[in-house]
């Protein structure tokens, strides 16, 4: 047999209207399942026999009808709005919600929910809202939001948030979708990004997922790491480049991003295609932005080595002199795709804005179908800039001979200071 327990005190009355001392005469009070728009039933006694409408109308003075009481159902947590008289059903303008309520000494409804109720707010635009008072300490930069809208739920981060003008300006940037003009409930996560409470994660490794798309995954494993690191990696998205039509050669320069920030730059070369299967992929470096590419042999030299998916093995060095740190010819790795080749590979250069002779280039992968036996070919290389003190700004790819044209693909370029 269920048990009742009395509603907060809060909810007794009497009522007023905000921002002063008139009785909220004919207000109506709804109360919902916590957290949503369900509607629940409370009780007028503690043996759960009379039931109240929903809403409940309050009486001339704001207060409940007869002086009555507010009973809720033990183990049930409770969301109540209070809104004006002439709201509607569910209310579009009400004066105040309080989440997540349960009757005194309730303990079977002692439940916490990751979201506090905040402030009504006042919409401004797909991505701004106010609310009244300065409510910056608790509306921080970083703070997790939900919000109530006329297309449903929407969840956020805070941006900006400023006062001024006895209200709070909060800025947000959106999961999916954005906030509208039905805009009628705010509520902040419970953890707040000023002096959280969150621990060092110690799980192994520590996982991140897509806000949108937890299916898509990234981890940072720490085993490798040595007793009382503390490493910092600060990875950052600087450009792309889409292939189409007929282009000869990608490059980047320090007009397309800095140079001297970071201390690795990752090329992330994704289906690069050629013209024809008679072309030597190449990466070409440079000292002056672009204008001339290294090309005297051994200013660099790359050991390269493949595994070609039948079990061969194969080693072989480039250098300068041929076209460029990766060279790989038609009769090396014919590299192929239908009729015509089509390579991917990870590029990354360490300390390229190095004046000393400490940088370093590294072919992390590639991986490409053979022509001859049409296999799948899988390698890496690594090598340093022999008698090159002069900092690295600008690089090349491109198809080395043949006259071929890259005719698609995407090549993006990620900076990492750890």
Known sequence: MASFFLAPGLLHGPFFVPGGNTPANGGQLFFYIAGSSTKQTVFKDNAGGTAWSNPIVLDSGGNLPSQSEIWFTSGVSYKCIFAPSTDTDPPASPYATWDNLSGINDTGAATTSEWVSGPSPTYVSGTQFVLAGD???????????KTTNTGGTIYSRILTTSFGSASTTINVTSDSGSLDSGLSAVSYGILNPVNPSIPALRTAPVVFADSVDPSKTASVDMTAFATSTNAVIKPQFLASRVVSGATTNVNFTPTDFPWTTFNQYVFEIQQVGSSTNASN????LSVNSGSTFLTSTYQYAIQFQSIISSGAFSTWTVNASNTGILNLSDSQQGLMIGSKFSYSARFRLLNPGSTSEAKAVIIDHIAHPQVASSSMIFGSGIGTLSSQTAA????????GVGGANMTSGVISVYGLQN
């Open 135 to 145: 409510q910056t300490n608790t509306f921080t930069i970083g703070r997790r939001l």
């Open 281 to 284: 992929p190449g990466v070409r």
């Open 392 to 399: 690295i700004n600008g690089i090349e790819f491109m198809l």
